[in-house]
């Protein structure tokens, strides 16, 4: 299992030379230091290091670190050659996905930078250069796609391996690009009753780290996926992207599954099929395995259960991942419930958890607005006979229908027709 301690001395050694290369020093310079600390550093610990240093409060920037690598191809002939191993050659492999998808959006974003020029030397604003960057900067919004599968499965066995640092980092990153992303989006869209150079401050800084984080997933973070992720946690990331959707590249083509995988499965598939006759006691009465779950999954609610000790265990599946209401994919089993949620409602959701846990707190309910649906979604605290915590069940619940429901009592059959 990966598991990378970064040592303080090595970090502040690193940081040291690349802020000496920032303020003009050649790439001799910094050869001894390089071969003294990090000759034998692997390459997987040293992107984790660079990662580490360009996501906290280091002072480096992603110029900063590509100066390095600058310097590393000059020196040593070695750079940053795992990032040169980005599988592009297997069709329907995540990566390639990943990597086309950046792709798409680097020249979506060249194409808004050219409009945007375009309407800064006009004299006066073609309607229809607004209205084609208004249309581009939608189109761009696909990237939360892009983002929903890194987070929600990329990240997830990343944490297997121990890493709950880089992801955590990036995730917080991630989410402040959402938030520039519609403060760009809102500002272009009120073109052309807004003033330009405001709407290319706001641009600008969008687009810089929007393109700070292509950089940063190709040179940082892919390639030590793929130096530690096997087959199968990839083969589970193909299998599950589809339920987050693709981002601009519309729909792609599948990575087949290895013959190991596929028998890991079957021996799952026996196992169930053996114990799922079996009945068990349930409530006031008797359900075999494969009762219970039919009947979870029939249920009008989307469940999921977590854990005493905050383990994400359990969801049932009423519908395919990608009609989900609130998506949950068999990657995220396992994960702690933290890791689950964006840091910026981390705190919300440890207050929820602690006050559930204690009692202080029944339960809990909220309700969202979801593609024209409303959703209503509940947290309850569950404990058993002697009074110990078992976990937290929550349940998610489309009440749109109860909307729409006509002022007329209905108690009979509906009626159906014969074929």
């Given at each position: 299992?990966?598991?990378?301690?970064?040592?303080?001395?090595?970090?502040?050694?690193?940081?040291?030379?690349?802020?000496?290369?920032?303020?003009?020093?050649?790439?001799?310079?910094?050869?001894?230091?390089?071969?003294?600390?990090?000759?034998?550093?692997?390459?997987?610990?040293?992107?984790?290091?660079?990662?580490?240093?360009?996501?906290?409060?280091?002072?480096?920037?992603?110029?900063?670190?590509?100066?390095?690598?600058?310097?590393?191809?000059?020196?040593?002939?070695?750079?940053?050659?795992?990032?040169?191993?980005?599988?592009?050659?297997?069709?329907?492999?995540?990566?390639?996905?990943?990597?086309?998808?950046?792709?798409?959006?680097?020249?979506?974003?060249?194409?808004?930078?050219?409009?945007?020029?375009?309407?800064?030397?006009?004299?006066?604003?073609?309607?229809?250069?607004?209205?084609?960057?208004?249309?581009?900067?939608?189109?761009?919004?696909?990237?939360?796609?892009?983002?929903?599968?890194?987070?929600?499965?990329?990240?997830?066995?990343?944490?297997?391996?121990?890493?709950?640092?880089?992801?955590?980092?990036?995730?917080?990153?991630?989410?402040?690009?959402?938030?520039?992303?519609?403060?760009?989006?809102?500002?272009?869209?009120?073109?052309?009753?807004?003033?330009?150079?405001?709407?290319?401050?706001?641009?600008?800084?969008?687009?810089?780290?929007?393109?700070?984080?292509?950089?940063?997933?190709?040179?940082?973070?892919?390639?030590?996926?793929?130096?530690?992720?096997?087959?199968?946690?990839?083969?589970?990331?193909?299998?599950?992207?589809?339920?987050?959707?693709?981002?601009?590249?519309?729909?792609?083509?599948?990575?087949?599954?290895?013959?190991?995988?596929?028998?890991?499965?079957s021996l799952e598939e026996e196992l169930f099929s053996e114990m799922k006759d079996k009945d068990l006691p349930f409530g006031g009465g008797y359900l075999s395995i494969?009762?219970?779950?039919?009947?979870?999954?029939?249920?009008?609610?989307?469940?999921?259960?977590?854990?005493?000790?905050?383990?994400?265990?359990?969801?049932?599946?009423?519908t395919e991942a990608s009609d989900m209401m609130l998506v949950r994919t068999p990657t995220s089993i396992g994960r702690n419930v933290a890791d689950c949620h964006p840091?910026?409602?981390?705190?919300?959701?440890?207050?929820?958890?602690?006050?559930?846990?204690?009692?202080?707190?029944?339960?809990?309910?909220?309700?969202?607005?979801?593609?024209?649906?409303?959703?209503?979604?509940?947290?309850?605290?569950?404990?058993?006979?002697?009074?110990?915590?078992?976990?937290?069940?929550?349940?998610?619940?489309?009440?749109?229908?109860?909307?729409?429901?006509?002022?007329?009592v209905k108690t009979g059959l509906s009626e159906v027709h014969d074929e």
């Amino acid at each position: 299992m990966l598991q990378v301690q970064f040592d303080v001395k090595l970090m502040k050694v690193l940081q040291d030379m690349i802020v000496r290369l920032r303020d003009g020093e050649i790439a001799p310079s910094i050869q001894a230091d390089y071969e003294m600390y990090f000759k034998d550093v692997a390459d997987v610990q040293l992107l984790l290091m660079l990662h580490e240093l360009v996501s906290s409060n280091y002072d480096i920037t992603i110029t900063d670190v590509q100066r390095f690598f600058v310097a590393q191809d000059y020196l040593y002939n070695k750079g940053n050659k795992i990032s040169d191993s980005l599988q592009y050659d297997i069709v329907g492999h995540p990566v390639r996905i990943f990597i086309e998808e950046n792709n798409a959006f680097q020249q979506l974003l060249q194409k808004i930078r050219h409009t945007l020029t375009m309407i800064e030397q006009q004299e006066q604003v073609n309607p229809h250069d607004v209205l084609t960057i208004q249309e581009d900067i939608f189109h761009l919004g696909e990237f939360h796609k892009h983002y929903h599968r890194k987070e929600k499965l990329l990240f997830p066995i990343f944490e297997r391996y121990g890493q709950h640092t880089p992801t955590r980092l990036m995730w917080r990153l991630d989410d402040r690009i959402r938030a520039l992303y519609q403060g760009a989006k809102r500002q272009i869209d009120q073109l052309p009753n807004i003033e330009l150079t405001n709407v290319q401050k706001m641009y600008d800084t969008f687009e810089k780290e929007f393109l700070d984080m292509i950089y940063r997933e190709e040179k940082l973070i892919l390639p030590v996926l793929i130096a530690t992720f096997s087959e199968e946690d990839w083969q589970a990331i193909a299998n599950e992207g589809e339920a987050f959707s693709y981002a601009l590249i519309g729909d792609v083509d599948e990575w087949e599954r290895t013959e190991d995988i596929a028998v890991n499965q079957s021996l799952e598939e026996e196992l169930f099929s053996e114990m799922k006759d079996k009945d068990l006691p349930f409530g006031g009465g008797y359900l075999s395995i494969e009762e219970a779950n039919l009947i979870l999954n029939n249920l009008p609610l989307e469940i999921t259960f977590v854990d005493k000790n905050s383990i994400f265990k359990y969801f049932n599946t009423i519908t395919e991942a990608s009609d989900m209401m609130l998506v949950r994919t068999p990657t995220s089993i396992g994960r702690n419930v933290a890791d689950c949620h964006p840091p910026i409602s981390l705190k919300k959701v440890m207050t929820l958890v602690r006050d559930l846990k204690t009692k202080k707190r029944l339960s809990e309910s909220m309700w969202i607005k979801k593609q024209g649906k409303y959703v209503h979604i509940t947290y309850k605290g569950l404990f058993n006979d002697a009074d110990e915590f078992v976990g937290i069940l929550e349940y998610v619940q489309n009440i749109q229908p109860f909307f729409d429901l006509p002022t007329e009592v209905k108690t009979g059959l509906s009626e159906v027709h014969d074929e």
